[in-house]
């Protein structure tokens, strides 16, 4: 995944996330850490890339942008196993799906994944 | 800044929250207004289930015993509290705080609002006969079709009964259920006499109960940026709204507690349960959440401003509750060395015991905490060399003897199975019922006649 001028890096590094439901779809709401990394999160972490992370394990994935947090917001259809009471998931609520997003790899420009690096020490 | 300014406390962000928080935020610094929020999704469907055992229940039962450790102090300083604790039962709630408060000596010094008229159940069946099919907005199928297991059916309400309450002096006001942001906007249109159809006001006031909706989550609790240098949980400030009359707020948090209120602490709660950002849709108005703009404004202190909304749409969400089925879930713990695969066998011979008993489940889940429970299989390969793992196997069905024999399937494997087991001392899982949850859509003109302010005087 990565090229000469960039370097493949997991998004804990990049962003931090919130998670919860609605039914039996779990939303994830993707903060960049700092600011300006946001663009690189709008350009890679993509509908197809986070459909691709969690396949086998939601039906549709929807994105919605919101520049002014820095944020991107994703909808992970049927994620739930039917959701609130229904589910026998530890999880029924989605509440960590926040951080099994942040486990997918993307591709990040060198300059970026610098300063990543150099915040998570 | 000058201009009236308007405190606003989150005291609870969902039954079984902190109890301290409410008598923290009362005790800990200036508030007008606390408001409690009580009702997730599932916790409707939850207070059926206890007000079809007694009658007498089907509310937030920790918030009678809570108000009588605050009464004295908002009586004394004039806060007011709006809170949907009232449930499936919102009469028999705002019964037991009055009663509380005639206990306290408090009699002729509290006015209850009292907001009723959300319950459809009544007239269920003639709402449906007159054209309303409540689809499920899931899957769209139509209420007709589980009818006959429909244990509640409750209309959200937005914050207008809420501001007649208050203008007709309630100090307390209970509700059944209404939305977790019309707790907070009720508040701010009584004192700013902002018009219902101010859109941009009612967003505003939407996007403040939303971030203080769910309590500390917005002021440091469950904060994942940085979360080592989130400090003094053991006593974490709950979130407060400084409401200004020209719709822009100030969230911040009692001085001298702990966590934090930042733009990482608040925008993580503004992305919680988020659907369509441009479209957050309540009974009052619609907000548009691309539109906040969030600025650090002092510690602790996080200012917003900017909110555009909507007008509101002609309908209101409806939340049923349904009899669904039964489930059960079993657990039993696995130790070094070979846990993970100990546990896989157990779960292989637990799942032949169950076939060859010709027993029929719409469902049984294999999940191995330790393993792959929270991420599932991006957990990726565990290591061969884990102390321990802790098997969890759930199952579902609509026959409950089905799974009333699961529940004795679990603690044989003990002495039948794969070696190093224990974690069984909590005895048979139980089989419980589910309640499941059935979201609609209803016209408003088929709920709003219907809708009721009482006081009530101790």
Same mark, same amino acid.
């Given at each position: 995944?990565?090229?000469?001028?960039?370097?493949?890096?997991?998004?804990?590094?990049?962003?931090?996330?919130?998670?919860?439901?609605?039914?039996?779809?779990?939303?994830?709401?993707?903060?960049?850490?700092?600011?300006?990394?946001?663009?690189?999160?709008?350009?890679?972490?993509?509908?197809?890339?986070?459909?691709?992370?969690?396949?086998?394990?939601?039906?549709?994935?929807?994105?919605?942008?919101?520049?002014?947090?820095?944020?991107?917001?994703?909808?992970?259809?049927?994620?739930?196993?039917?959701?609130?009471?229904?589910?026998?998931?530890?999880?029924?609520?989605?509440?960590?799906?926040?951080?099994?997003?942040?486990?997918?790899?993307?591709?990040?420009?060198?300059?970026?994944?610098?300063?990543?690096?150099?915040?998570?020490? | 800044?000058?201009?009236?300014?308007?405190?606003?406390? +989150?005291?609870?962000?969902?039954?079984?929250?902190?109890?301290? /928080?409410?008598?923290?935020?009362?005790?800990?610094?200036?508030?007008?207004?606390?408001?409690?929020?009580?009702?997730?999704?599932?916790?409707?469907?939850?207070?059926?289930? %206890?007000?079809?055992?007694?009658? &007498?229940?089907?509310?937030?039962?920790?918030?009678?015993?809570?108000?009588?450790?605050?009464?004295?102090?908002?009586?004394?300083? *004039?806060?007011?509290?709006?809170?949907?604790?009232?449930?499936?039962?919102?009469? !028999?709630?705002?019964?037991?705080?009055?009663?509380?408060?005639?206990?306290?000596?408090?009699? !002729?010094?509290?006015?209850?609002?009292?907001?009723?008229?959300?319950?459809?159940?009544?007239?269920?069946?003639?709402?449906?006969?007159?054209?309303?099919?409540?689809?499920?907005?899931?899957?769209?199928?139509?209420?007709?079709?589980?009818?006959?297991?429909?244990?509640?059916?409750?209309?959200?309400?937005?914050?207008?009964?809420?501001?007649?309450?208050?203008?007709?002096?309630?100090?307390?006001?209970?509700?059944?259920?209404?939305?977790?942001?019309?707790?907070?906007?009720?508040?701010?249109? &009584?004192?700013?006499?902002?018009?219902?159809? $101010?859109?941009?006001?009612?967003? @505003? *006031?939407?996007?403040?109960?939303?971030? #203080?909706?769910?309590?500390?989550?917005?002021?440091?609790?469950?904060?994942?940026?940085?979360?080592?240098?989130?400090?003094?949980?053991?006593?974490?400030?709950?979130?407060?709204?400084?409401?200004?009359?020209?719709?822009?707020?100030?969230?911040?948090? &009692?001085?001298?507690?702990? *966590?934090?209120?930042?733009?990482?602490?608040?925008?993580?709660?503004?992305?919680?349960?988020?659907?369509?950002?441009?479209?957050?849709?309540?009974?009052?108005?619609?907000?548009?959440?691309?539109?906040?703009?969030?600025?650090?404004?002092?510690?602790?202190?996080?200012?917003?401003?900017?909110?555009?909304?909507?007008?509101?749409?002609?309908?209101?969400?409806?939340?049923?509750?349904?009899?669904?089925?039964?489930?059960?879930?079993?657990?039993?713990?696995?130790?070094?060395?070979?846990?993970?695969?100990?546990?896989? /066998?157990?779960?292989?011979?637990?799942? %032949?015991?169950?076939?060859?008993? *010709?027993?029929?489940?719409?469902?049984?889940?294999?999940?191995?905490?330790?393993? $792959? /429970?929270?991420?599932?299989?991006? @957990?990726?390969?565990?290591?061969?060399?884990?102390?321990?793992?802790?098997?969890? #196997?759930?199952?579902?069905?609509?026959?409950?003897?089905?799974?009333?024999?699961?529940?004795?399937?679990?603690?044989?494997?003990?002495?039948? +199975?794969?070696?190093?087991?224990?974690?069984?001392? !909590?005895?048979?899982? %139980?089989?419980?019922?589910?309640?499941?949850?059935?979201?609609?859509?209803? $016209?408003?003109?088929?709920?709003?006649?219907?809708?009721?302010?009482?006081?009530?005087?101790?």
């Amino acid at each position: 995944m990565a090229t000469a001028k960039t370097v493949s890096m997991q998004l804990r590094y990049l962003a931090h996330a919130r998670s919860g439901d609605k039914g039996n779809t779990a939303n994830v709401g993707l903060i960049a850490l700092e600011p300006e990394w946001y663009p690189v999160l709008v350009k890679q972490v993509t509908v197809a890339r986070v459909r691709k992370h969690f396949r086998g394990m939601a039906s549709r994935v929807e994105r919605f942008e919101l520049p002014n947090l820095h944020a991107l917001n994703f909808l992970l259809h049927d994620a739930l196993d039917g959701g609130g009471t229904i589910s026998l998931k530890t999880d029924a609520q989605g509440k960590v799906y926040s951080t099994a997003l942040l486990r997918m790899e993307i591709p990040v420009p060198l300059a970026v994944a610098r300063q990543a690096r150099k915040r998570a020490k | 800044m000058t201009g009236k300014v308007v405190r606003i406390a +989150g005291g609870q962000g969902f039954w079984g929250d902190w109890l301290e /928080a409410p008598v923290r935020q009362v005790r800990d610094g200036p508030i007008d207004y606390l408001m409690m929020d009580y009702l997730a999704e599932v916790t409707m469907s939850i207070m059926q289930k %206890q007000r079809s055992r007694n009658p &007498h229940a089907g509310y937030a039962r920790d918030f009678v015993p809570l108000m009588e450790r605050i009464l004295p102090d908002i009586v004394e300083k *004039g806060i007011r509290v709006t809170s949907n604790a009232g449930g499936v039962n919102p009469r !028999g709630c705002a019964e037991a705080v009055l009663e509380s408060a005639r206990k306290l000596g408090l009699g !002729g010094k509290l006015k209850i609002g009292l907001v009723t008229g959300d319950d459809l159940l009544p007239d269920l069946d003639a709402l449906i006969a007159a054209g309303h099919e409540m689809r499920d907005m899931d899957t769209g199928r139509p209420l007709a079709d589980i009818r006959d297991r429909v244990l509640s059916a409750n209309a959200y309400l937005g914050m207008q009964p809420m501001v007649e309450a208050l203008a007709r002096g309630a100090q307390v006001v209970i509700t059944g259920r209404v939305t977790d942001t019309g707790l907070t906007l009720a508040p701010m249109f &009584h004192e700013f006499g902002w018009a219902f159809d $101010d859109w941009d006001k009612v967003a @505003a *006031g939407t996007v403040a109960g939303h971030i #203080i909706e769910c309590g500390a989550q917005s002021s440091g609790g469950n904060l994942l940026k940085d979360w080592r240098t989130v400090k003094g949980l053991a006593n974490p400030g709950f979130p407060i709204v400084e409401a200004s009359a020209d719709g822009t707020f100030v969230i911040t948090k &009692h001085p001298g507690t702990g *966590g934090v209120v930042s733009i990482p602490s608040v925008s993580e709660q503004l992305v919680y349960e988020m659907g369509d950002p441009h479209e957050y849709i309540t009974p009052d108005g619609v907000a548009d959440f691309t539109t906040i703009q969030l600025k650090q404004a002092g510690k602790n202190r996080v200012r917003v401003s900017g909110i555009r909304g909507g007008p509101k749409t002609d309908k209101l969400k409806v939340s049923i509750a349904y009899f669904y089925g039964y489930k059960a879930v079993g657990t039993l713990v696995y130790g070094w060395p070979d846990a993970y695969d100990k546990a896989r /066998a157990a779960d292989a011979i637990l799942r %032949q015991r169950l076939k060859n008993l *010709g027993l029929q489940f719409e469902q049984v889940l294999t999940e191995y905490v330790g393993v $792959d /429970a929270t991420h599932g299989r991006l @957990a990726g390969e565990p290591s061969p060399d884990l102390p321990e793992v802790q098997l969890r #196997i759930g199952v579902r069905s609509t026959d409950k003897a089905a799974v009333e024999r699961f529940t004795r399937e679990i603690a044989p494997l003990v002495l039948t +199975g794969p070696p190093s087991v224990t974690g069984f001392a !909590g005895g048979r899982p %139980q089989v419980e019922d589910i309640v499941a949850y059935w979201p609609a859509l209803i $016209d408003r003109t088929a709920v709003e006649p219907g809708v009721r302010v009482e006081i009530l005087e101790a």
